[in-house]
């Protein structure tokens, strides 16, 4: 299993401003993936974070909206930009054990509201 | 392509049974199933990664239908620690040997003493 650290685990943001999610992988892995999950909604990928590479981003979402870091195998940023009270959710970071079609490990997410 | 769920919602009384449903109009490969309690991170029950395929955790087991695009996973003599929003997940390759999941919507199952 894959232990992930994310933090902060909530906060209250003004609009208009940014906000950095961090998460932390216990053993290297390839590819790190940040969802997003409004309350009793179903999890939305963002994007993936390979390192080394730019990440990849899903319909809907922009990197000027969520630039992504990944600096090394074990670690990885999301910032939430600009933000609006549209932007009020959960955000998870999520790995899969090992490569290839295998279970995704989550951290224990985000809980942002925009005021 | 998102999952379709079925049911939305589900209550049980302890030791009932339950069929959560789950089904693609694209090409199934692999299913995956989450369980997540409120306030907490999903977790992983199983992974189905071929057609007809069954497989078991707890009292909990699933199938796999390839031909059908769909999955069902049971939930047999339900405990308390079963309630939760149960998410199928179906996973498509994203280059390379690396995949990415698409969710359902989720079943909240809640199971009452």
């Known amino acids: 299993s894959a232990v992930i650290s994310q933090k902060p685990s909530r906060d209250i943001c003004q609009r208009g401003t940014s906000l950095t999610i961090q998460c932390q992988v216990d053993s290297q892995v390839t590819m790190m993936f940040w969802y997003r999950q409004q309350p009793g909604q179903s999890l939305t990928l963002i994007a993936t974070a390979n390192q080394g590479s730019e990440a990849t981003y899903e319909s809907g979402f922009v990197i000027d909206k969520f630039p992504i870091s990944r600096p090394n195998l074990t670690f990885s940023t999301l910032t939430v930009s600009n933000m609006s009270p549209e932007d009020s959710s959960i955000y998870l970071c999520?790995?899969?054990?090992?490569?290839?079609?295998?279970?995704?490990?989550f951290g224990q997410g985000t809980r942002l509201t925009v005021v | 392509q998102q999952p379709v769920q079925s049911p939305q919602a589900v209550i049980l009384r302890e030791g009932e049974d339950a069929v959560i449903n789950c089904s693609s109009s694209?090409?199934?490969?692999?299913v995956h199933w989450y369980r997540q309690k409120h306030g907490e991170a999903p977790v992983f029950l199983m992974i189905l990664l071929k057609g007809g395929e069954q497989k078991g955790h707890e009292k909990i087991s699933a199938s796999f239908n390839e031909k059908k695009q769909q999955s069902s996973l049971y939930l047999t003599a339900s405990q308390l620690s079963y309630s939760g929003t149960y998410f199928c997940?179906?996973?498509?390759?994203?280059?390379?040997?690396?995949?990415?999941?698409?969710f359902g919507k989720g079943t909240l199952l809640t199971v009452n003493p």
């Open positions: 694209k090409a199934l490969y692999s």
């Open positions: 999520s790995v899969h054990r090992g490569v290839g079609n295998t279970e995704a490990f």
């Open positions: 997940g179906t996973g498509e390759q994203s280059g390379g040997s690396n995949y990415k999941l698409t």
